[in-house]
């Protein structure tokens, strides 16, 4: 039995039918089932939260193995982010290991370091540590930016490439291996078969911020010129969007401020490689569907 976290979200939703069609019994940890669309009927459902202590402990009774995906990037009031990806990792583990589960895959990202600019990639560090320090047996998954035909970032930029100029926080200069959420998922199966260790998933080419929003836009068929806002101007705006529209902003200076952090892999492409997926292009995947 595996247990996996985020099983809704950009990668969880690629994951779980891959899961299934590998012939593993799956267990999901959600808030929503309906969000899990048709496979809530496939799999099991464990209705908590990374926040209920009691309700992981109940969730990871009988599974030998935990996927552990959820995170987010933004503050969910009351909960901080912090408190969410690097507290609600270390509730999982405690449950995992007082259950008896065998292995532990957890979902860090490229670049996660203590020293890091955004809170975000802070907590991702401190949760990588506490996996690393566990006794079970444990792997590391650390993408780059992961990206579906129509995950929030890529609809949010369609859309804005209906403007006559498309605007793009800061230079758009920090550069990424942007990753398919199939082909991550694929690599994330294929990596329960490897062994304990690190995989670093990126895709086969390195694009900068400015060269994803253009590639999103002419998939789109629009070719726009950038407009470039400054980042202190995009701080400000967003800092005024949040309090005025609250959790229904589309954005948040947390989420731009990512943007400016670069994830290239150390040898790029070649973890997704050894584990027997061949990464596709982001204009591919987005002009084919």
Aim: proline share 6%; hydrophobic share 45%.
């Amino acid at each position: 039995m595996i247990l996996l976290t985020g099983a809704t979200g950009v990668i969880g939703s690629r994951l779980v039918p891959e899961l299934l069609a590998a012939g593993h019994d799956v267990r999901c940890l959600v808030r929503d089932p309906k969000r899990l669309g048709a496979n809530r009927v496939r799999v099991q459902l464990s209705l908590a939260d990374l926040g209920d202590p009691r309700g992981l402990r109940h969730a990871v009774r009988g599974a030998e193995t935990v996927i552990h995906l959820a995170a987010t990037i933004r503050d969910q009031p009351p909960n901080r982010l912090e408190e969410i990806n690097a507290l609600g990792t270390y509730r999982l583990l405690r449950a995992a290991e007082q259950a008896g589960v065998k292995r532990f895959l957890f979902y860090s990202a490229i670049g996660a370091s203590r020293h890091q600019r955004t809170r975000f990639f802070r907590s991702k560090a401190l949760a990588e540590e506490l996996v690393e320090a566990s006794e079970l047996e444990t792997t590391i998954i650390a993408p780059s930016i992961v990206y579906d035909r129509d995950d929030r970032f890529v609809t949010t930029m369609r859309r804005l490439a209906l403007l006559p100029m498309l605007p793009l926080s800061g230079p758009g200069r920090s550069s990424y291996e942007p990753i398919w959420a199939l082909d991550a998922a694929k690599a994330t199966v294929a990596a329960l078969d490897a062994g304990p260790g690190r995989f670093e998933l990126a895709g086969p080419e390195i694009l900068t911020h400015a060269q994803i929003v253009r590639t999103i836009a002419e998939a789109a068929g629009r070719r726009r010129s950038l407009l470039h806002v400054p980042l202190p101007v995009v701080k400000s705006g967003l800092v005024w969007l949040r309090r005025l529209a609250g959790e229904t902003a589309f954005a948040t200076w947390e989420e731009a401020e990512l943007m400016e952090v670069p994830m290239v892999a150390e040898r790029g492409a070649a973890d997704v490689r050894s584990l027997g997926v061949e990464p596709a292009t982001m204009r591919s995947v987005l002009q084919g569907g």
